[in-house]
């Protein structure tokens, strides 16, 4: 039972437009959203992270979107540079738990 | 330069062999992690330790077993109880819950089960 969901396993975006990563999560005692950038062969990096009292949290070109109506976040990537080319791991915590649960994944390709 | 530091990163082991992954950190943090990567799965979490001489199963520990006599080192064995060995395994560390913390990873090991 997939508690936090990436649907798109791919996703091809031309250098200098917006990427839009998205992520669905079913258990909404989840309280800590994150977001982890992943080359190949490397661990992942920790890119940003919202709690669920906001609905938008804002670093560089990096903005992660929160709709806990509908158990749903984004990542979204403005301007998108041929570095953002990796996968990236949505995750989520509940309440007071050290254990994040992690999504399978989308691998972002950007086009020259 | 605080870390973590997994080694080696790639390794090689015959069938029937059990092997040990190193995983040591240096941000003091409280809570350490170890993970599997396989193609199209994501992380899986296979151990995690809140302490020192504490630590609980994850969601894949079969076949897997952790020691953390210090709060630095969180080595995980995996024996020839483990089906599918090979697979890319990552650590992390991350201070206790209470406050909203990420988990820092590790480079990762590569092991080859041959």
């Known amino acids: 039972d997939q508690q936090v969901k990436q649907n798109s396993p791919s996703l091809s975006v031309q250098e200098g437009r917006i990427s839009i990563l998205n992520c669905d999560y079913t258990n909404s005692m989840f309280d800590y959203f994150l977001w982890y950038k992943k080359y190949p062969a490397e661990g992942p990096t920790f890119l940003i992270s919202?709690?669920?009292?906001?609905d938008k949290n804002e670093d560089g070109r990096f903005t992660v979107f929160l709709n806990k109506s509908a158990k749903h976040l984004s990542l979204h990537i403005v301007p998108s540079q041929p570095g953002d080319s990796a996968v990236y791991f949505c995750a989520a915590s509940p309440p007071r738990d050290d254990k994040i649960i992690f999504g399978k994944g989308t691998r972002l390709h950007i086009l020259p | 330069d605080g870390g973590i530091t997994q080694s080696p990163k790639y390794l090689f082991r015959k069938e029937g062999q059990n092997v040990t992954l190193s995983c040591e950190q240096n941000l003091n943090h409280d809570a350490m992690y170890w993970y599997r990567q396989d193609p199209g799965q994501g992380l899986r979490l296979i151990y995690y330790s809140q302490i020192v001489n504490d630590f609980q199963k994850g969601d894949i520990a079969e076949g897997y077993s952790v020691s953390r006599e210090k709060k630095e080192s969180f080595p995980l064995t995996v024996t020839s109880a483990q089906k599918n060995p090979t697979a890319f395994y990552l650590c992390a560390s991350s201070i206790p819950a209470g406050a909203y913390n990420e988990q820092f990873f590790g480079p990762g090991t590569r092991l080859t089960v041959l």
């Open positions: 919202i709690s669920s009292i906001k």
